[in-house]
């Protein structure tokens, strides 16, 4: 893996949009895995701890998905100390969704539409945020 690479975990219900996200990243030079919906999310976060594997150093995620939301996912991370840094993507952008988000621990909201530079400058930018606090 290039040192600079992220290991991203991504959650996007819709399948095209998946892999349209997935290959942005993947062309960014990082590895992604990607899920479908929350409830997903929370097993790929377990199965990383369980397997001694290292942990994901990004989630983007969708808002709105089945079975469970990018809310209600990150109610469930709010207190981990395991979790990643969370990026959401939606286009329910209203103020008032942003603080909320915020508020449960987002570090960033990109509203759709939005251009493939938008996303992977998001992601570096946690990524290298992440990077300082662990060298500190």
Known sequence: ???A????????DEPHTRLS???ILRKAGHEV???GN???VLHCLDDKVTSGDPPFDVLVMDF???VMNGHDVLVCLRNSPLAPPVIIVTGYGDRKLVNQLHQHGCVRVIHKPFEPQE????????GVEE???EAG
């Open 1 to 3: 893996m290039n040192p």
């Open 5 to 12: 690479s992220l290991r991203i975990l991504l959650a996007e």
């Open 21 to 23: 996200l997935s290959i």
């Open 33 to 35: 895995t990607a899920v």
């Open 38 to 40: 929350g409830q997903e």
């Open 64 to 66: 709105q998905m089945p």
């Open 119 to 126: 996303l992977v400058e998001a992601v570096n930018g946690v």
């Open 131 to 133: 990077r300082c606090v």
